[in-house]
């Protein structure tokens, strides 16, 4: 198996009703992937794209579609689907293409365009609920997660104040990001919790938005690094996935047990035993507040129930001992699905060469870990990575 490291990366803006078209915010972000690598399709062996369900761009076959926005012409192309898990995953496919041997140099781009799903990308959902046990309580996604949270809330007695934290955190992070939705410097603990509440325990603020967006990678061998003089690779150190039962009714929501498994299959390749110790800063997934919390625990980077204490102390800061989100994730950057590749493996790619401009981790940084969740409560994709 071949060592893999990530050579360049890019990302358009995050914005709710972009004007571009998905194959144009493809090409918008594979450009200045391809820029920052200093390559040009010509030198790219394998394109690997990754984008949620068809119909958040209203149209079908998607992948066919926005193929050639990617620079998929007349080139080997594979798209990856693993729902909100795919940010992280598609990473992973292009790491096995190069890892495998079968391309020097892939090419993935993620792209998401929900302002075309309407009324609400949500709406795509009411078809995926078992028609017997889910359908007739007419569910929807957030009273779904809002359940979840509440759970865990309650097993661990975490108080919302101390999830509120979080997204004031993310935003605040978000203010230095060029891509930022809705980055927010001045946001309060107050202000979220005064803000609507759509499930309890659930409010507006506790969410990231709707996005549109794209964002790229380029991931090349070590004989391709060698051969291109690359200067600041940043390499695939262990990578994980793991998917669990369909229903989430027959679940505990309190703890994210794929992702721990994910996770010890991903430090596992890295050699990581004591990931605490061992993982100077994290990227986890952060649609909702509470998941930042719930998916540091389920990467093992503190006990069950203990991340909100260390939000609390200010440990998850840029600037503390284990940052947390420096991008602003999901809740401060926004929430292209799959697009969120950019927030997560490549702010990972970003920090750890140096190129994160202001929202650069003060401390020198060696190793960092992403995740991503999908599916119904029941996938996560873990990427670990190393200067």
């Known amino acids: ?25 493809c090409w918008e972000a594979t450009r200045m992937a391809l820029d920052a690598a200093k390559l040009e399709m010509k030198d790219i062996d394998a394109v690997v794209t990754g984008s ?59 792209e998401e365009k929900m302002s075309s799903c309407y009324p609400h990308a949500q709406s795509v959902f009411a078809h995926i609920w078992d028609p017997i046990l889910d359908r007739p ?37 978000a203010v230095a990001h060029p891509a930022a939705q809705l980055a927010d410097a001045k946001i309060t603990v107050e202000d979220v919790l005064n803000s609507e509440v759509l499930a309890w325990p659930v409010q507006r603020l506790d969410i990231s ?12 061998s070590e004989d391709a690094v060698k051969r291109l003089k690359v200067e600041t690779p940043v390499w695939f150190s262990g990578v994980g996935w793991c998917i669990d039962s369909t229903m989430w009714t ?3 929501l309190y703890f ?10 991903a ?17 986890p997934y952060d649609p909702f507040d509470y998941k930042e919390l719930h998916h540091m625990e389920g990467l093992l980077l503190c006990g069950k129930g203990e991340a909100a204490k260390l939000t609390r102390e200010g440990v998850t800061e840029r600037d503390g001992d284990l940052p947390t989100c420096p991008s602003g994730g999901l809740l401060g950057v926004g929430n292209p699905i799959a697009a969120t590749m950019g927030t997560k493996v490549g702010e990972l790619y970003w920090q750890l060469s140096g190129q994160a401009g202001k929202r650069q981790i003060p401390k020198e940084i060696h190793t960092g870990v992403t995740n991503a969740w999908g599916d119904l409560m029941q996938f996560s994709s873990v990427v670990v990575m190393r200067a």
């Open 1 to 25: 198996m071949r060592k893999v490291a990530c050579i360049g990366a890019g990302m358009t803006l995050f914005r709710r009703r972009l004007k571009e078209t998905p194959k144009e915010l």
């Open 250 to 252: 027959d679940r505990d």
């Open 52 to 110: 949620a369900p068809d119909a958040f761009d209203g149209v079908h076959m998607k992948g066919e579609y926005y193929a050639d926005g990617c620079g998929g012409f007349r080139k080997p192309i594979t798209r990856v689907f693993t729902g909100g898990g795919t940010g992280v995953f598609s990473p992973i496919a292009a790491w096995w293409h190069v890892a495998s041997g079968l391309a020097d140099i892939a090419l993935v781009v993620n």
């Open 256 to 265: 994210p047990r794929y992702l721990a498994q994910a996770s010890q299959m």
């Open 137 to 173: 309580l007419n569910p929807n996604l957030v009273w779904i997660f809002a359940m979840e949270m509440n759970r865990y809330m309650t097993v661990h007695k975490i108080k919302k104040e101390d999830i509120a934290r979080v997204a004031v955190k993310n935003k605040r992070n």
């Open 209 to 220: 938005p709707p996005s549109d967006g794209a964002s790229a990678l380029i991931l090349a």
């Open 267 to 283: 430090y596992k390749q890295a050699k990581i035993d004591n990931p605490r110790k061992q993982i100077d800063f994290a990227e």
